[in-house]
């Protein structure tokens, strides 16, 4: 506990991460603590347990293991596990686009084209791999491993899955759309329930109803993970982990069978928490009427273990994501010079790095230089917490750009929601990027802390659509040097995608002085390109 303040960036986490060892529970810290030292080999992708002969290992050194009991040498045991987690990562996506409709999850996509920003689209043309197809994720040629003289070729199939998880990302924000719920409402007093997975969809209606009958007159919120956030359901401001949500006024959880997150299932109870498990033979009436009047139960004895409560957890979007429908606003903040080029930050808390520091450093860096900044994922659900600390590191500077946002009707940081807000994100940086000359300005996604291949396969996404992305986590795949030049290199010939990383991974200063460097030669490079055309 003596080294509480490294654990997380924001500093309301300590009380919460105090009141859980005094219960007992190290929560994910001690675990990650128990874990270490991480197998190396693993570590840097160097071990593969594909089949039964294994599982195998390669010696990073060039000593013997050199080869697995199959033949396949480090730069294709590599190959194979960036490659499987891409894909685990977009079936992450694919399946919760089936659950929500699981008749469309047959139909094919509507062709992607006209998203894609117009020199990605015609990098991808030229090589072969648009249109995608839903089918192509059983198509891709390394089903069982790539053979050497195919390694380069299969960052293709990467970036196929790259271009079908976005397809399945806007599938999935088509059909939020068209729900019969309004935006998500937060009631302060309200008792909160946490839904952690994907739930059915007729369990929400039925939620709502029983809350309205149960409830007489009680406001009931229902909670969901940030990274995942629905635009019809709030997202819990959970400051990282939704073990640190138990610590709160939390007053039931409910599991479906793919939540994340086993330890929830345990702790709970542990810190008086009902838990209602989502299992398929209970009706769904059952279940929501169970948690409603567990949930109130709870409420009533308010017996929670800290004084912290859930704050609005979107009080930052709301007219801030209208951002994104106002791309002309920002050419124009560009042109005049109030702007200096644009940065999406995306992703959540890796307690292999203190919770946020790297988000917040690359923020800090972002606005001092006038970049707009837009955030979304799990950072959007934290966006109260992360704005408080960044008045204190900016001293003052960012309530001196909420004062500009109402003068120039624009606001320097921004929060968008949720991964299904991407295809609203990426059809406003193709916006802004599609001009030509120097009023194209220059972009990049950074992933600066993560955990989930969900969200490598995001990463995987916007490199396929041609934009720049920098990761800021260290990442499994860097024990092959051959791998590592394919991964730099080749993005740019395939999509025109530029990849920032790198197997030693800066420090968050450093990094946030790339992103800075990357844009401002971008900048350059269109001065020079109108001065000598
Ligand atoms: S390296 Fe080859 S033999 Fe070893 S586990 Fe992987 S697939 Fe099986």
Not at 371 to 387: E, I, M, Y
Not at 483 to 508: D, N, Q, R, V
């Amino acid at each position: 506990m003596n080294k509480i303040h490294r654990k997380s960036a924001i500093s309301q986490t300590s009380d919460l991460i105090l009141a859980a060892h005094k219960q007992g529970e190290d929560l994910l810290w001690g675990r990650y603590e128990r874990q270490l030292p991480l197998c190396a080999f693993t570590d840097n992708g160097l071990s593969c347990r594909k089949c039964f002969h294994g599982p195998c290992r390669i010696n990073p050194f060039g000593d013997e293991p050199s080869l697995g009991v199959c033949g396949a040498d480090r730069d294709q045991i590599v190959m194979e596990n960036l490659f499987q987690a891409t894909l685990a990562g977009v079936l992450e996506t694919a399946r919760f686009g089936s659950l929500l409709n699981g008749r469309g999850s047959v139909q094919e996509f509507p062709p992607l084209e006209s998203d894609l920003p117009s020199k990605a689209q015609k990098k991808l043309s030229a090589a072969g791999i648009v249109p995608v197809r839903k089918e192509q994720l059983l198509e891709v040629q390394n089903s069982y491993f790539s053979h050497k003289g195919y390694l380069s070729k299969t960052l293709m199939d990467l970036t196929r899955l790259g271009l079908i998880h976005y397809r399945w990302l806007k599938e999935i924000s088509a059909l939020l759309d068209k729900l019969p719920y309004g935006p998500p409402l937060f009631a302060a007093e309200g008792a909160n329930i946490l839904l952690v997975g994907y739930p059915p969809l007729d369990l929400l209606p039925s939620l709502h109803q029983q809350a309205g009958q149960l409830g007489r007159g009680k406001k009931i919120n229902i909670l969901v993970q940030g990274e995942a956030g629905l635009s019809y359901l709030p997202a819990i401001a959970d400051y990282g982990t939704l073990e640190l949500a138990l610590a709160m006024n939390l007053d039931a959880l409910i599991t479906t069978p793919q939540a994340s997150w086993p330890a929830l299932e345990v702790l709970a109870p542990k810190f008086g928490i009902p838990v209602i498990l989502l299992e398929g033979a209970k009706p769904v009436d059952e279940i929501a009427s169970q948690a409603i009047n567990l949930a109130l139960r709870h409420r009533l004895r308010g017996s929670y273990i800290t004084a912290s409560r859930f704050g609005p957890p979107d009080s930052y979007q709301g007219k801030q994501k209208s951002v994104l429908a106002n791309p002309g606003r920002v050419k124009e903040a560009y042109q005049a010079g109030r702007i200096q080029g644009v940065v999406v930050i995306l992703g959540e808390a890796n307690v292999k790095q203190t919770f946020f520091e790297r988000t917040l450093i690359l923020m800090e860096n972002c606005l001092n230089k006038r970049f707009l900044v837009l955030a979304g994922g799990q950072l959007a659900a934290q966006a109260a917490p992360l704005n408080e600390e960044l008045k204190k590191r900016l001293a003052g500077r960012l309530s001196s750009l909420a004062v500009e946002e109402e003068i120039e009707g624009l606001s320097s940081l921004n929060y968008f929601g949720s991964f299904y807000e991407i295809p609203k994100v990426v059809a406003f940086l193709k916006n802004l990027t599609q001009e030509e000359g120097l009023a194209r300005i220059p972009v990049a996604v950074a992933f600066p802390e993560f955990f989930r291949a969900g969200v490598w396969a995001t990463a995987v996404t916007f490199l396929s659509m041609g934009f720049a992305v920098q990761i800021g986590i260290p990442l499994p795949f860097w024990g092959s040097p051959a791998l590592t030049e394919i991964l730099l290199k080749e993005w740019p010939k395939i999509s025109g995608g530029t990849f920032l990383a790198a197997p030693s991974l800066p420090s968050p200063q450093e990094q946030a002085q790339e992103l800075i460097a990357f844009i401002e030669a971008q900048k350059e490079k269109r001065r020079n390109e109108a001065s000598d055309p």
